[in-house]
Nanobody, 127 residues
Framework: QVQLVESGGGLVQAGGSLRLSCAAS????????MGWFRQAPGKEREFIAA????????YYADSMEGRFTISRDNAKNTVTLQLNSLKPEDTAVYYC????????????????????WGQGTQVTVSS
């Protein structure tokens, strides 16, 4: 079992930045790749980014790369998502999740591949 708790969401103006954090506890953190997803009202859960267990490999949705950056610290059992140049359409609940280690991008983009999820943190971007 892995417990995940997100933090760092809030209200920000368009063009601003936020740094989301996800703290993990329970099972060995380094056994898992970690991903971030988001879900806006009335929309499906959307893949943002993922990082492999070691932190060496990162994966991004095409539309997110360049503005968002994922990283992890296995010593602190945390994964972070830096959000820059935010837009109103980035408004959503942001979730971190844990997936068994994999070397394949296809395993990171599918929500159903993830075994554990946090409760989410709201990000609201005003225009």
């Amino acid at each position: 079992q892995v417990q995940l708790v997100e933090s760092g969401g809030g209200l920000v103006q368009a063009g601003g930045s936020l740094r989301l954090s996800c703290a993990a506890s329970g099972d060995t953190f380094s056994r898992y790749g970690m991903g971030w997803f988001r879900q806006a009202p009335g929309k499906e859960r959307e893949f943002i980014a993922a990082v492999s267990w070691s932190g060496r490999n990162t994966y991004y949705a095409d539309s997110m790369e360049g503005r968002f950056t994922i990283s992890r610290d296995n010593a602190k059992n945390t994964v972070t998502l830096q959000l820059n140049s935010l837009k109103p359409e980035d408004t959503a609940v942001y979730y971190c999740a844990a997936v068994p280690n994999s070397d394949y991008y296809s395993d990171y983009v599918r929500p159903l591949a993830y075994h554990y999820w946090g409760q989410g943190t709201q990000v609201t971007v005003s225009s």
